[in-house]
């Protein structure tokens, strides 16, 4: 289930820095093979334990069998058992892990060795655990066996985003919220009408809102600020690999990379502004999102699949209105609000409700943030948001051969151009529309719901079928 409220969820939650080429199928899984592994070294800690004989299975369900191949799930959490982290351990490393495994077939956990062969004991499941059906499309079943039978089991959920959950060995439901973690904000909120309401009756800014409430939670602005700088930092590292990187993507499509060559005639005058359109947001979007699709460091923005959209946007502001590294920082608190209430209020998992979860939340996101960087106001940032939900409704998770290249990486592009085109309009306008932002996420949440099975990261329909 989702959090209890948006307010609960902070800007270093929405941006993670990990590696590609899938929040939900790499980040998400690789996280969750972490906190088992933690798992086994608390339980083989216990007196009495014997050392003999262990071994390990893990079970992969739903999207995370469909497509988890081409997402690169097997090598991620391999990673994770060995007790690699997607944001500090370097991508070649992580990519290193499976090989390894592979070949010696053995996990160090503690002063216990557990036998894992990647290649059988991996299992690719299908849409129903047993008889009963999933507690979520990515769902993940880990078991420490000794002598065959199981002695300690977990089942966990990837909800997008690199999100993960666990779920209840009793009712099979993914487990509530800790009440314990929950705090009293001093300005709360859980819908966009909310946070309008409360930064108007307050007069603080958005990013102030945020702010105040992340140090009720812990976090002292200069924390908050130095994780929002590394997003930066990540987002920059992230685009200029990308312009200088040629050849083809990995997983068999045979994708050719097009950042390099498309950037290269930016600089040479070779494609001027056509109608005052501008190429940098496309070329700086797939730049990112090519990198992700070879397994590189990306921000989860909010999800790897969208992992470009907001970089790119960000980028493009900077270099044409000399933005501050606070103006961006200030920007990416306010895009994550409107992260946290999708997550909260619709959803942000591709395989949940399609390709609107994740490329029009990011959407959405950075044509709030930019808003906000740009000077405009909440009730301006609140339209940015929804003309960028509004307008990806509907939209389709079919990617081909389950790789998160096409139509992933144009997607990306697209969805910059469209972000920066709703940052223009609400900005041209007073803040009034029709359809607020809380309709939209309803409509996209019932839109994913009514979303056939094979349109959502199952590379089983639409353009997945070539």
Same mark, same amino acid.
């Not at 948006?6 to 820095?17: N, R, S, T, V, Y």
């Not at 209105?321 to 992260?339: P, Q, R």
């Given at each position: 289930?989702?959090?209890?409220?948006?307010?609960?969820?902070?800007?270093?939650?929405?941006?993670?820095? +990990?590696?590609?080429?899938?929040?939900?199928?790499?980040?998400?899984?690789?996280?969750?093979?972490?906190?088992?592994?933690?798992?086994?070294?608390?339980?083989?800690?216990?007196?009495?334990?014997?050392?003999?004989?262990?071994?390990?299975? %893990?079970?992969?369900?739903?999207?995370?069998?469909?497509?988890?191949?081409?997402?690169?799930?097997?090598?991620?959490?391999?990673?994770?058992?060995?007790?690699?982290?997607?944001?500090?351990?370097?991508?070649?490393?992580?990519?290193?892990?499976?090989?390894?495994?592979?070949?010696?077939?053995?996990?160090? %956990?503690?002063?216990?060795?557990?036998?894992?062969?990647?290649?059988?004991?991996?299992?690719?499941?299908?849409?129903?655990? +047993?008889?009963?059906?999933?507690?979520?499309?990515?769902?993940?079943?880990?078991?420490?066996?000794?002598?065959?039978?199981?002695?300690?089991?977990?089942?966990?959920?990837?909800?997008?985003?690199?999100?993960?959950?666990? %779920?209840?060995?009793?009712?099979?439901?993914?487990?509530?919220?800790?009440?314990?973690?929950?705090?009293?904000?001093?300005?709360?909120?859980?819908?966009?009408?909310?946070?309008?309401?409360?930064?108007?009756?307050?007069?603080?800014?958005?990013?102030?809102?945020?702010?105040?409430?992340?140090?009720?939670?812990?976090?002292?602005?200069?924390?908050?600020?130095?994780?929002?700088?590394?997003?930066?930092?990540?987002?920059?590292?992230?685009?200029?690999?990308?312009?200088?990187?040629?050849?083809?993507?990995?997983?068999?499509?045979?994708?050719?990379?097009?950042?390099?060559?498309?950037?290269?005639?930016?600089? /040479? @005058?070779?494609?001027?502004?056509?109608?005052?359109?501008?190429?940098?947001?496309?070329?700086?979007?797939?730049?990112?999102?090519?990198?992700?699709?070879?397994?590189?460091?990306?921000?989860?923005?909010?999800?790897?699949?969208?992992?470009?959209?907001?970089?790119?946007?960000?980028?493009?502001?900077?270099?044409?209105?000399?933005?501050?590294?606070?103006?961006?920082?200030?920007?990416?608190?306010?895009?994550?609000?409107?992260?946290?209430?999708?997550?909260?209020?619709?959803?942000?998992?591709?395989?949940?409700?399609?390709?609107?979860?994740? %490329?029009?939340?990011?959407?959405?996101?950075?044509?709030?943030?930019?808003?906000?960087?740009?000077?405009?106001?909440?009730?301006?940032?609140?339209?940015?948001?929804?003309? @960028?939900?509004?307008?990806?409704?509907?939209?389709?998770?079919?990617?081909?051969?389950?790789?998160? /290249?096409?139509?992933?990486?144009?997607?990306?592009?697209?969805?910059?151009?469209?972000?920066?085109?709703?940052?223009?309009?609400?900005?041209?306008?007073?803040?009034?529309?029709?359809?607020?932002?809380?309709?939209?996420?309803?409509?996209?949440?019932?839109?994913?719901?009514?979303?056939?099975? /094979?349109?959502?990261?199952?590379?089983? @329909?639409?353009?997945?079928?070539?």
């Amino acid at each position: 289930m989702n959090p209890t409220r948006a307010d609960q969820i902070g800007p270093l939650e929405m941006f993670k820095i +990990g590696v590609g080429p899938s929040s939900s199928h790499t980040v998400g899984p690789m996280l969750a093979a972490l906190r088992f592994r933690d798992e086994m070294l608390e339980f083989l800690a216990k007196k009495g334990t014997e050392k003999e004989n262990l071994s390990l299975t %893990v079970e992969l369900f739903g999207s995370l069998s469909a497509t988890g191949r081409g997402h690169m799930t097997d090598g991620a959490i391999s990673a994770g058992l060995t007790g690699l982290h997607p944001k500090t351990a370097d991508p070649d490393e992580i990519w290193q892990a499976i090989p390894k495994l592979k070949k010696e077939k053995l996990i160090h %956990v503690g002063d216990r060795v557990v036998v894992f062969d990647p290649d059988n004991d991996l299992k690719w499941g299908g849409f129903t655990m +047993g008889d009963k059906p999933l507690p979520h499309p990515n769902t993940i079943r880990f078991s420490l066996l000794r002598k065959d039978k199981p002695v300690l089991s977990t089942v966990m959920v990837s909800i997008g985003g690199g999100f993960i959950e666990s %779920v209840d060995p009793d009712t099979g439901m993914r487990r509530a919220p800790d009440l314990a973690s929950i705090k009293q904000l001093p300005y709360p909120y859980d819908s966009a009408a909310e946070f309008i309401e409360v930064c108007e009756k307050s007069s603080l800014t958005p990013w102030q809102i945020v702010i105040e409430n992340q140090k009720a939670k812990g976090i002292s602005e200069e924390e908050l600020r130095k994780g929002l700088n590394d997003v930066l930092k990540t987002f920059d590292a992230c685009i200029e690999r990308g312009l200088k990187a040629d050849g083809i993507l990995p997983g068999g499509l045979k994708v050719r990379r097009r950042a390099k060559e498309l950037y290269k005639q930016l600089k /040479q @005058g070779k494609r001027k502004p056509a109608l005052g359109g501008d190429l940098r947001p496309s070329v700086y979007a797939m730049a990112v999102n090519e990198e992700n699709a070879a397994g590189g460091r990306v921000v989860t923005a909010p999800t790897n699949g969208s992992s470009g959209l907001i970089p790119a946007v960000w980028r493009t502001l900077k270099e044409t209105n000399k933005l501050s590294k606070k103006t961006m920082e200030n920007g990416l608190i306010v895009a994550s609000v409107i992260g946290a209430l999708v997550k909260t209020h619709a959803s942000i998992s591709g395989a949940e409700v399609g390709c609107q979860g994740e %490329v029009g939340t990011s959407c959405a996101m950075a044509a709030a943030g930019a808003v906000a960087m740009l000077g405009g106001s909440v009730r301006q940032m609140e339209q940015a948001a929804e003309i @960028g939900i509004e307008h990806h409704l509907g939209m389709t998770c079919d990617p081909i051969q389950g790789l998160v /290249q096409i139509p992933c990486i144009e997607r990306n592009a697209m969805g910059a151009v469209k972000a920066l085109n709703a940052v223009y309009l609400s900005l041209a306008s007073d803040g009034r529309h029709i359809v607020s932002l809380d309709k939209a996420l309803a409509v996209m949440k019932q839109t994913g719901l009514d979303m056939n099975q /094979q349109y959502k990261e199952t590379a089983t @329909g639409g353009l997945a079928l070539g």
